[in-house]
């Protein structure tokens, strides 16, 4: 085994055309045989329709864990992991929030064939207008992270609903510090793609919405510090989920983030 390959895709809830979208979602991980998953917005399970987590799992022969966040109507939408690997344990922390909109990380222990491998799957405020929250929920997520490491170093998956050049995802690689601290991840698109903008959240996307500014990358694969052994180095990173089925159904209004994580050596790591 050469690397794991890891997407982060934020499924929309139960918003138009759900199960289609689903169908669409499941169809295009099946192409790209990821690893790890992390899922954001997901919807429980309904009479109608299962948990989406549940069915991509199933489709991939893979393990699955939800974390509800919220209730909507009677149906509880949140986070979720879907892992090739056995998870050993979950646990979820809920990040500073507003109560009429909470959020939560969701931290699964997978078993990987070098050790455990802590993996999160999390979903930021989303109002332009709120980066003081997403400031407060990056500090506390680093922190809920740096409490239950793994053999592995993390890696972090999921909607963090800003642009690279916010103080939260400057927190998060190194490049600002907040209430004090410092934290270092390596974002995997930006190691690969460094001038590339890698729209997450697009214009060519007909489920995104005018109003909330579009052409923006929202969506991130962050990576522990590579270890002298080579593991973490970044050696694909893409922006996937990005093209309609047949019917012309998107699999969700944000595009999807793939990420392939060497397990090299130190003289093939990049």
């Known amino acids: ?29 099946k192409a790209l045989k990821p690893d790890l998953i992390a899922l954001q917005e997901v919807v429980g399970d309904r009479p109608t329709l299962e948990n989406p987590a549940a069915s991509i799992a199933r489709t991939l022969d893979a393990h699955w864990q939800f974390d509800p966040v919220a209730d909507h109507g009677g149906v509880m939408v949140g986070n979720a992991i879907v892992s090739r690997f056995p998870i050993e344990s979950h646990r979820s922390v809920a990040l500073p929030s507003d109560p009429s909109d909470p959020r939560r990380a969701l931290l699964c222990q ?16 989303w109002e332009m207008w709120q980066a003081p929250r997403r400031e407060r929920q990056v500090v506390a997520l680093d922190e809920f992270v740096r409490e239950h490491g793994g053999d592995l170093p993390a890696v972090i998956a999921g909607d963090f609903n800003t642009a690279p050049d916010s103080a939260a995802i ?11 601290k410092g934290t270092y991840y390596r974002d995997a698109w930006q190691r690969r793609h460094p001038f590339e903008r890698g729209a997450t959240w697009s214009e060519k996307n007909p489920y995104t919405v005018r109003w909330i500014e579009r052409n923006r990358r929202l969506d991130y694969v962050f990576v522990g510090q590579i270890r002298d052994d080579g593991w973490g180095a970044v050696l694909d990173c893409r922006v996937v989920l990005d093209m309609p089925g047949p019917d012309g159904t998107y699999a969700s209004d944000h595009f999807g983030v793939y990420a392939e994580i060497g397990l090299a050596p130190p003289e093939e790591a990049v």
Do not use: C, Q, Y
């Open 1 to 29: 085994m050469r690397s794991i390959r890891v997407v982060t895709l934020n499924l929309w809830n139960d918003r138009p055309e759900v199960a289609a979208r689903i169908r669409v979602a499941i169809e295009g991980l």
């Open 170 to 180: 400057m927190f998060l690689t190194g490049k600002l510090s907040l209430e004090g």
């Open 110 to 125: 997978v078993k990987t064939p070098l050790g455990s491998l802590p993996f999160v799957a999390t979903h930021l405020s």
